[in-house]
Structures are given as structure tokens and as C-alpha cells.
């Protein structure tokens, strides 16, 4: 599969690292650190365990290996002061701008759930964002009450409880109008709080369950590295279409290629995979 979304142009899939222990010929030279907490499968960090040890943005821990060793790339030096600042302005007004825009539709929405569906309008869940910090991710209630429940059993039975991408398919906990939140997206219109309260970006990675993020090797949690992101580079590929294998090459990508620019292009694309239903799910 080949990407064509500016400097994401010609982006091929390949097989993620297997991620090899390091060999002993391997030199590490350390720089100012962070740690991402690691999370068990049910949910919350995992007391004294601390598991990745790269720095925000340019501040990276380089790793030299042997030839032919897969190598940790450092995220893009575009994340600098200036470039950060901007992005986080961007987001403020844009948020801002879109719930302002869009609060006959948000109200519209709240009590047309209200109506079809007894149980709260909002569904209030914890995600994993930058750097492992966790926060309460708002989204539009699209299932029935209790669905988190039934969970475990559905990815059991679909056979998909060992990868880091809790999707079922034909979701059978979907309310009547679930499906139709789900396909335009409107399901994440309130996640412009979490945008305007900074907790998430309008491009990034999409915030996962710190269940999935207790399933990732190192090659995954570089998706901590960034703020998560309303839509993103896998969103406007294919969205639910991608495997999880594809979805976190382009999320990585992204890491490591981020630019003004590159969050413009993806968000115009946003609209047009939206208005097409391309990969809904």
C-alpha cells in the first residue's frame, strides 16, 4: 500500500521490527529521559513499572546497532519550541472555532441520543496519551450501557484479543443510531473538549484504551511520543479498512515526519473520507 499526503508521499508498508534485543556491540548514548508507565491488559498502570526510556520529541535516546540491526529513528526535528507552540495554537483556535460552528449539530445530536436510547448522551472513557499520561476521552454514546463488558468475549470470539486495535466487527452492541454516528464520525465531535482542554490534538495518533497500549512492544509506544489526535495519517488511509500492522506504520510515519503543513493536508482529507464513508466502521 502507497500513501500520497505530501512528504507522507510513497510511504510503503514493511514488516514492523521484531525488535531483537540489542546486541552487546550496540552503544547507547543517553539524553534527558521520560518513562511511559506500562499498563496490564485490564487497564491502569502497573505499580513501579516503567518501561520506555526515549525522550520527548528531539531529545531521543540514539541507538547505534550492529548492521543489519533495526534501529529506533528519532522522531522529526520539526518538533521544536516554535513548531509546537503553533501546532497547540492551531488547535485552540480551530477547536474553538469548530464548537462554536458546530453546536446546533452537537446539541442535535445529544438529544436525538437522548431520545433513541435510554442511558447517558456522552460516553466518558480513559485513553493513554503523550508520554503515558492518562485523561478522560469524551465521545458521543454509541453503544448500549455496560457495552465495555462485553468486550473481552467479543475480541475472544473474533479472535483478535492479542493485538493492540479493540475492533469488532459487525459490532452487535451498536445502538439504533450507533451505526450512523459511527459512519459520518460524529460519535468524536466531543472530543473538540479534549482538543480545547489539551489533552489530545486535532491530528496524531488516535488515543488508545490503556488496555491495547499493555499489548505494545517498543515500536508501538513510539505513538506515545506525540499528542493523540482526533483524526490522523491511518484515518485518512483507510481508516478501519488497515490492519493494525498498517495503521501503526502510518501512525509512526507520522511521529517521525510531522509538519504544519502535513496536520493541514490530513485534516482536509478528514472531511472528504468522512462526507465518503471510506472505511467507516
Not at 28 to 57: N, S
Not at 89 to 101: H, T, W, Y
Request: net charge positive.
Amino acid at each position: 500500500m502507497r500513501v500520497s499526503t505530501g512528504r507522507f508521499s510513497g510511504l510503503k508498508f514493511q514488516d514492523a521490527p521484531n525488535q531483537a534485543p540489542i546486541p552487546e556491540s550496540s552503544v547507547a548514548v543517553p539524553r534527558p529521559k521520560f518513562t511511559v508507565p506500562r499498563f496490564d491488559v485490564i487497564g491502569g498502570p502497573v505499580p513501579g513499572h516503567q518501561t520506555l526510556t526515549e525522550a520527548p520529541f528531539s531529545d531521543v535516546v540514539d541507538r547505534v546497532t550492529s548492521p543489519g540491526q533495526p534501529a529506533i529513528k528519532a522522531p522529526s526535528q520539526n518538533y521544536g519550541p516554535v513548531a509546537t507552540a503553533a501546532k497547540r495554537v492551531m488547535d485552540v483556535i480551530l477547536g474553538l472555532l469548530l464548537i462554536l460552528c458546530l453546536s446546533p449539530v452537537i446539541a442535535g445530536l445529544a438529544l436525538l441520543i437522548k431520545l433513541t436510547n435510554p442511558g447517558p448522551v456522552l460516553y466518558v472513557q480513559e485513553r493513554v496519551g503523550q508520554h503515558g499520561r492518562t485523561f478522560r476521552m469524551y465521545k458521543f454514546r454509541s453503544m448500549k450501557v455496560n457495552a465495555d463488558a462485553e468486550l473481552a468475549a467479543l475480541l475472544h470470539a473474533q479472535g483478535t484479543a492479542d493485538t493492540p486495535f479493540f475492533k469488532i466487527d459487525k459490532d452487535p452492541r451498536l445502538t439504533s443510531i450507533g451505526g450512523l454516528l459511527r459512519r459520518y464520525s460524529l460519535d468524536e465531535l466531543p472530543q473538540l473538549i479534549n482538543v480545547v482542554l489539551g489533552n489530545m490534538s486535532l491530528v496524531g495518533p488516535r488515543p488508545q484504551r490503556p488496555g491495547e497500549v499493555a499489548l505494545y512492544d517498543e515500536y508501538a509506544r513510539r505513538r506515545l511520543l506525540v499528542p493523540p489526535g482526533m483524526t490522523g495519517l491511518w484515518q485518512v488511509s483507510g481508516r478501519s479498512n488497515l490492519s493494525w500492522k498498517e495503521s501503526l506504520h502510518l501512525d509512526i510515519h507520522y511521529v517521525d515526519n510531522w509538519s504544519l503543513l502535513a496536520d493541514w493536508v490530513i485534516l482536509f482529507r478528514t472531511f472528504r473520507a468522512v462526507i465518503a464513508c471510506n472505511g467507516a466502521v
